[in-house]
Nanobody
Framework: VQLQASGGGLVQAGGSLRLSCAASESIKNIHIMGWYRQAPGKQREPVATISNIDSTYYKDSVEDRFTISRDIAKNMLYLQMDRLKREDTAVYYC?????????WGQGTLVTVSS
């Protein structure tokens, strides 16, 4: 599976962005899809995940601000990010996980200004 992330950009604190991740083939049977991020000088960390039964996980600091979703018909994964904070600035990566393999998209940069 090839993944293509998009939707990053520069936004003021308090604003919103929606990240998209396009998969090259059906995501219907992918066990878990999600988003990681890596801020400058920090390790990559998980942000949100969604399973094949639509159960979700969020990092504590984003749980009430971000929403992960997927559109199986379009082979798309999304991350709606609201009330963005400066500390959300990072390169965001989408990924797909099956027991046999993990697939990563290229990153998309999100910069939140004060």
């Amino acid at each position: 599976v090839q993944l293509q992330a998009s939707g990053g950009g520069l936004v003021q604190a308090g604003g919103s962005l929606r990240l998209s991740c396009a998969a090259s083939e059906s995501i219907k049977n992918i066990h878990i899809m999600g988003w990681y991020r890596q801020a400058p000088g920090k390790q990559r960390e998980p942000v949100a995940t969604i399973s094949n039964i639509d159960s979700t996980y969020y990092k504590d600091s984003v749980e009430d601000r971000f929403t992960i979703s997927r559109d199986i018909a379009k082979n798309m994964l999304y991350l709606q990010m609201d009330r963005l904070k400066r500390e959300d600035t990072a390169v965001y990566y989408c990924y797909a996980w099956n027991p046999s393999n993990t697939y990563w998209g290229q990153g998309t940069l999100v910069t939140v200004s004060s």
